[in-house]
């Protein structure tokens, strides 16, 4: 079992970035692909990014694609989802989540998950 912590998560502005962090607590946190979801008022869960185990390999929805980047640091067992260029459409909490297996789309095949961060970006 992996504990998650996310953190970076505020209110911003049309245009403006934030990064945000998934900070874990296992100690083979490299074993573990990292997708990101967010969950607008209302709305189902949404896959929108996942890192692989070792950080080669990031995949994007379309939605966030050219605007959000993930990146991992093992050693130090977070994972970041840095966000520009942000939109009102974007605003959700966010969620990381931990699969020891391949990456998918579909938050019910993830049993790890941290509380979430509210991202909120104001017009």
């Known amino acids: 079992q992996v504990t998650l912590v996310e953190s970076g998560g505020g209110l911003v502005q049309t245009g403006g970035s934030l990064r945000l962090s998934c900070a874990a607590s296992?100690?083979?946190?490299?074993?573990?692909?990292i997708s990101w979801f967010r969950q607008a008022p209302g709305k189902e869960r949404l896959w929108i990014s996942a890192?692989?185990?070792?950080?080669?390999?990031?995949q994007y929805t379309d939605a966030v694609r050219g605007r959000f980047t993930s990146s991992r640091n093992n050693t130090q067992n977070t994972v970041y989802l840095q966000m520009n260029s942000l939109t009102p459409e974007d605003t959700a909490i966010y969620y990381c989540?931990?699969?020891?297996?391949?990456?998918?789309?579909?938050?019910?095949?993830?049993?790890?998950w941290g509380q979430g961060t509210q991202v909120t970006v104001s017009s």
């Open positions: 989540a931990a699969r020891a297996r391949a990456a998918t789309k579909n938050p019910d095949d993830y049993d790890n």
């Open positions: 296992e100690l083979t946190f490299s074993d573990y692909v």
């Open positions: 890192i692989s185990q070792l950080g080669t390999h990031v």
